[in-house]
């Protein structure tokens, strides 16, 4: 598991590279944590190469959106394969974020 994370501008991006679960707290965090905070910015989190999330995944992602700017965010979940976009949609995330 790997996350990177390109600032470019106002927009922040996130990857997210294999499985995405309790052991990658820690490194998610850190790949916001220094990109600017608030509502006018755009945050993406690719999973396009993410393999499996469970649910401190989820909870993580509700972190994220916290420091973005809560109901104000601008946060965008892109590339999920079926697997992963399903547990999205049952956790009513498109409901929270954009899921492309």
């Known amino acids: 598991m790997?996350?990177?994370?390109?600032?470019?501008?106002?927009?922040?991006?996130?990857?997210?590279?294999?499985?995405?679960?309790?052991?990658?707290?820690k490194e998610f965090r850190e790949a916001y944590r220094n990109a600017p905070s608030g509502g006018e910015n755009e945050y993406i989190i690719d999973m396009s190469s993410t393999e499996y999330v469970d649910s401190?995944?989820?909870g993580m992602m509700l972190l994220l959106r916290e420091h973005a700017g809560g109901d104000q965010a601008n946060v965008?979940?892109?590339?999920?394969?079926?697997?992963?976009?399903?547990?999205?949609?049952?956790?009513?995330?498109?409901?929270?974020?954009?899921?492309?």
């Open 2 to 25: 790997s996350v990177s994370c390109n600032v470019n501008g106002n927009v922040v991006n996130i990857s997210v590279v294999g499985r995405f679960d309790f052991g990658s707290h």
């Open 56 to 58: 401190s995944a989820l």
């Open 76 to 100: 965008t979940i892109k590339g999920s394969r079926k697997e992963v976009k399903d547990i999205l949609i049952v956790s009513n995330f498109d409901k929270l974020f954009t899921i492309s």
